[in-house]
């Protein structure tokens, strides 16, 4: 994968909208646009992954960026408070709707945009 590459998560219904911006995105239809080695334990307790878990940045356009890990077995990214700099604080920040999609910009190996398309 290159730079300038997309990924996009569409949200179909309103019952993604209220996931998105409640709970968490999951990531698994676009795994494979992340990497490998971002993807961390589920929690705490669990036992480490077999390899270095390195964080990936998410530059928002909201003017803000976040760094985070994906979490194993759940597929999303690592879940914070909707206080904190976030993908969940970004859904509500940005205003999600039914029809949207989110889109992800691959910028370098480890820095990815985030953005919202609204249909035309």
């Not at 878990?53 to 690592?78: H, K, M, N």
């Not at 859904?91 to 691959?106: H, K, P, Q, S, W």
Request: hydrophobic share 40%; net charge neutral; with cysteine.
């Amino acid at each position: 994968m290159t730079a300038g590459d997309t990924a996009r998560i569409e949200v179909r219904t309103p019952e993604d909208v209220w996931t998105f911006t409640q709970r968490n995105v999951p990531l698994w239809d676009i795994l494979e646009f992340f990497p490998r080695d971002a993807i961390g334990p589920r929690g705490p307790a669990d036992a480490p992954r077999p390899y270095e878990v390195r964080p990936i940045t998410v530059e928002t356009d909201l003017g803000w960026s976040f760094e985070t890990d994906i979490q194993f077995g759940a597929w999303v990214f690592r879940p914070r408070s909707p206080k904190h700099m976030g993908m969940m604080r970004w859904c509500r920040e940005r205003g999600l709707a039914t029809g949207d999609a989110i889109v992800f910009e691959r910028l370098g190996e480890r820095h990815f945009a985030l953005r919202r398309e609204r249909p035309s």
